[in-house]
């Protein structure tokens, strides 16, 4: 089927009835399945599942799309020598996230093992970045040297820099609970505008 014209919208339709499902029945209990696994209905955990599979449905679709052109063999609508000219990292040698993205991959990379190793790496699991399955595949083939693992590692530090910095302000900073009470402020000023 991929390849085909119509693949691309069944493949949005099919994903979009689950997302719509997943949103009205807030997930799905275990209990509808049976009354074994009932009881791991009171464990759902901190964080619900199908808000994170909103992120997850994203890259399915990436990667039926990227696998659909890939069999079709439609040809990128990238002016590829005039983007080589302009582009610093095409022109030090390296594939910037362009290339990366439009470039359809061996078919050999549209494998089961690269498409759970897609939808489940842990960085993408929860919050993203959401990128094409070909820019996630070539860089697992190919990896990046557009930055020195000093400039990675620089970026690692102010990263966890970042992490704590978040960390001790939501813990020290209430910023929920202020929030809140401004609201109930504003609103109870409006409210007594309005009465005059």
């Known amino acids: 089927m991929a390849g ?10 099919y994903n979009l009835f689950f997302l719509v499902s997943n949103r009205l029945y807030e997930g799905y209990s275990f209990s ?37 052109w890939a069999c079709s063999s439609q040809s990128s609508t990238v002016d590829w020598e005039k983007h080589n000219k302009s582009c610093e990292a095409c022109q030090s040698g ?25 939808l489940f790496y842990p ?14 595949a070539s ?10 693992k000093l400039q990675i590692f620089l970026y690692g ?12 302000l939501t813990h020290f900073f209430h910023f929920n609970s202020l929030a809140v009470r401004l609201a109930k402020r504003t609103i109870q000023c409006l409210i007594d505008f309005a009465m005059i």
């Open 32 to 68: 509808s399945i049976g009354k074994t696994v009932a009881v791991l209905d009171n464990y759902r955990g901190a964080q619900r599942w199908h808000i994170c599979f909103n992120f997850v449905m994203l890259r399915m679709i990436s990667f039926g799309i990227d696998y659909h």
């Open 94 to 118: 390296g594939d910037c996230y362009l290339k990366r993205q439009e470039k359809s991959l061996a078919m050999r990379s549209y494998s089961t093992e690269f498409y759970l190793s897609y």
């Open 157 to 168: 530090l102010r990263w966890i820099g970042c992490f704590i910095l978040m960390e001790l």
């Open 139 to 148: 860089q697992l083939e190919l990896p990046q040297t557009n930055y020195s």
């Open 4 to 13: 085909s014209p119509v693949c691309p919208m069944i493949l949005w339709f």
């Open 123 to 136: 960085p993408l699991y929860i919050a993203g970045p959401v990128i094409s399955f070909n820019a996630f």
